[in-house]
């Protein structure tokens, strides 16, 4: 399977992230940047999530419906096209890094797919539904993690 780029001005993969976009800073989403989109995306769809969280894995951001033809997003910006969905704190769009005081740094994974068609979705599908919705289907995806700690 193809890969897509996808990386942050705002930290390097592996890296920590700022403040500025946790829930203890101004809790506004990092810049993205993808390429390698591969011919015959009908969407693409991004994922943050946090595994590390205490009660299993956290859906920090959701965004379906993306234009297949962007190849990013500002930061605190929706992706052109794309319809924010409710995230773990039950709210529409971004909700940034607030792990448990005293956690080691959690690890938070943002995840683009491209896919083939439309997903169907709900606005309170998890994590786990993504996955199942887009595993075995997509043409491309790409990763890269940010670390927080409080």
């Known amino acids: 399977m193809a890969g897509i780029e996808l990386k942050s001005s705002a930290f390097d993969d592996g890296a920590f992230i700022p403040r500025r976009y946790s829930k203890d800073g101004e809790d506004v989403s990092p810049d993205l940047s993808w390429s ?14 946090d595994p590390d969280a205490p009660s299993g894995t956290f859906m920090h951001w959701l965004v379906t419906g993306i234009d297949p033809a962007s190849d990013g997003v500002e930061a605190g910006q929706t992706p052109r096209g794309g319809k924010e969905r409710l995230n773990g704190f039950g709210d ?5 890094p607030r792990p448990p ?23 309170k599908a998890s994590a786990a539904d993504v996955h199942a919705a887009v595993d075995d289907r997509q043409l491309a995806d790409g990763t890269f993690f940010g670390l927080y700690q409080r």
């Open 36 to 49: 390698g989109v591969p011919d015959g995306t009908s969407e693409l769809l991004l994922l943050c999530e």
């Open 101 to 123: 005081a005293g956690d080691k740094a959690h690890r938070y994974f943002f995840r683009i797919y491209a896919l083939p068609e439309p997903t169907p979705l709900d606005d």
């Open 92 to 96: 529409r769009g971004w909700g940034g």
